[in-house]
């Protein structure tokens, strides 16, 4: 189950936490000028990170890992070609030219 909430954790760390900071140096007196256009664009970040959810959560679940492959990237199954072996048959063990032997 950690393994699970692992990457759904991630994202909204990543993405929230430097948001997080900037509104505690706002809260602790540095001058809302500081970084004001990153944190403008990083609140309207933080609305998206639903969007994302899915998609930190499709590879912690193997099954949901195939299923994807297959339906949404379309990926054909490679098959496998072995190469074929002559073989050799002989005749015969000790082969002879026998019509020649038979003449003489």
Do not use: H
Not at 8 to 34: D, Q
Not at 61 to 90: A, G, S
């Amino acid at each position: 189950m950690a393994f699970q909430l692992l990457p759904i954790s991630a994202l909204y760390f990543c993405i929230s936490f430097p948001t997080m900071i900037l509104y505690a140096a706002y809260s602790a007196g540095v001058p809302r000028t500081v970084a004001a256009d990153y944190f403008a664009n990083s609140i309207l970040l933080c609305f998206w990170i639903i969007l994302f959810t899915p998609f930190a959560i499709v590879p912690s679940l193997p099954q949901w890992r195939t299923e994807c492959t297959k339906l949404i990237l379309f990926w054909r199954v490679k098959r496998r070609v072995n190469p074929e072996i002559p073989l050799t048959t002989r005749l015969t063990v000790g082969r002879i030219n026998r019509a020649a032997l038979a003449r003489q």
